[in-house]
């Protein structure tokens, strides 16, 4: 699968494969330097394609209806979203941030949550969520997913 060129760790499939990539906040390209808010990215090809094929029917939708019909689910969804921007934000270095402030980047690197959500009781881009739960485990919609793939795809990445 891809790689963001701004990988700063991965966390691996049992097999060893690649299957989530920390990225950092900043993108350095030749025409300089961008906000990239996705800090937790779906490498794995193989999984990649379940959560797909999940996303393709209808799957935000559906993850959306569980989160808001549990216990619970839409303050531990507002959560999951406050932690990812605050992994996000503490992955920046003191002048890193000085940077991002200047250019008026915070509000998209340090207070959006997963896939770059502003209302956190709402849900978009199952990759971007798994990939979030594959990194705490406790990402609600990530969970979610994760019971929806096949026992094959959740055996690539459940805790030996």
């Known amino acids: 699968g891809y790689c963001p060129p701004n990988a700063l760790d991965v966390i691996r499939a049992r097999d060893d494969a690649p299957a989530v990539v920390v990225a950092h906040p900043l993108l350095h390209r030749k025409g300089g330097v961008e906000p990239f808010p996705t800090t937790y990215w779906l490498a794995d090809p193989r999984i990649a394609a379940a959560v797909a094929t999940i996303e393709r029917d209808g799957g935000v939708r559906r993850a959306g209806e569980h989160v808001s019909a549990s216990a619970g689910g839409v ?30 980047w915070t509000p998209r690197l340090r207070d959006v949550g997963v ?16 990939a979030h739960f594959l990194a705490d485990r406790e990402n609600p919609v990530g969970a979610w997913v994760h019971g929806q793939l096949s026992d094959e795809v959740r055996a690539l990445v459940d805790p030996g």
């Open 115 to 130: 896939a770059g959500i502003r209302d956190a009781a709402t849900v978009k881009c199952l990759h971007a969520h798994y």
């Open 75 to 104: 303050g531990s969804l507002k959560a999951a979203h406050a932690r990812y921007a605050a992994e996000r934000w503490a992955l920046l270095a003191e002048d890193e941030v000085a940077f991002v402030e200047a250019r008026g």
